[in-house]
């Protein structure tokens, strides 16, 4: 390997000493600029002729894609806040029909306690009359049964008193007069 390197400076040194030109890394070599620029252009051309359309090709077909994805996400994100909005409004509708159905149950249960209450009271007071007819009738059963008791001891008294028998129904209706002024003169004091 180092005779490959030595021989490279030999021709190097003695290919410039044989034309008298001396190597200059700074100064570049005029064939050399002209066989590079040929190159260049050869390349270039089959470059822009065969590499560009296609790479063109693909950077259209990306830039569509990705035009096709950002109009699809952007449709997707229109349906989705329409489904929010929809889906918003239906729970405003259902609170909505809670809150309605909640007072329509208490309208329901005040309307249930008002009528039972009322039913009591009017239970109430039927019962209440009832006693006090049942009341009253019974008082005047024990009335009528005291003034017959009471007819019966005056007329037996009064025979015993005067000696002798009296007529009971003479008896008796004066008895009944005479207890139904006691009970006129009591109602008047």
């Given at each position: 390997?180092?005779?490959v390197?030595?021989?490279?400076?030999?021709?190097?040194?003695g290919?410039?000493?044989e034309?008298g030109?001396?190597?200059?890394?700074?100064?570049?070599v005029?064939s050399?600029?002209i066989?590079?620029?040929v190159?260049f252009t050869?390349?270039?051309?089959?470059?822009?002729?065969?590499?560009?359309p296609?790479?063109?090709?693909?950077?259209?077909d990306?830039?569509?894609?990705?035009?096709?994805?950002i109009?699809?996400?952007?449709q997707?994100?229109?349906e989705?806040?329409?489904?929010?909005?929809?889906?918003r409004a239906?729970?405003?509708?259902?609170q909505t029909?809670?809150n309605?159905?909640?007072?329509?149950?208490?309208?329901?249960?005040?309307?249930?306690?008002?009528e039972a209450?009322?039913?009591?009271?009017?239970?109430a007071?039927?019962?209440?009359q009832?006693?006090?007819?049942d009341?009253?009738?019974?008082?005047d059963?024990?009335l009528s049964?005291?003034?017959q008791?009471?007819a019966e001891l005056?007329?037996q008294?009064?025979?015993?008193?005067?000696?002798?028998?009296?007529?009971?129904d003479a008896?008796?209706s004066?008895?009944?007069?005479?207890?139904?002024e006691?009970?006129?003169?009591?109602?008047?004091?």
């Amino acid at each position: 390997m180092l005779k490959v390197i030595l021989a490279a400076e030999e021709v190097v040194e003695g290919g410039t000493e044989e034309h008298g030109e001396l190597f200059s890394p700074v100064v570049p070599v005029v064939s050399e600029l002209i066989w590079a620029a040929v190159f260049f252009t050869i390349l270039f051309l089959i470059v822009s002729k065969v590499a560009l359309p296609k790479l063109n090709k693909v950077l259209a077909d990306r830039e569509a894609a990705v035009t096709g994805q950002i109009t699809a996400a952007e449709q997707v994100r229109g349906e989705a806040d329409v489904l929010l909005a929809d889906y918003r409004a239906k729970l405003a509708d259902a609170q909505t029909e809670a809150n309605r159905i909640i007072d329509e149950g208490r309208r329901t249960a005040e309307g249930i306690v008002t009528e039972a209450r009322s039913r009591a009271e009017a239970e109430a007071q039927t019962i209440v009359q009832r006693a006090q007819g049942d009341i009253q009738a019974e008082r005047d059963r024990a009335l009528s049964t005291l003034r017959q008791t009471l007819a019966e001891l005056s007329i037996q008294v009064a025979g015993r008193i005067v000696g002798k028998s009296l007529d009971g129904d003479a008896q008796r209706s004066l008895v009944d007069s005479y207890i139904d002024e006691l009970s006129t003169t009591a109602a008047r004091n």
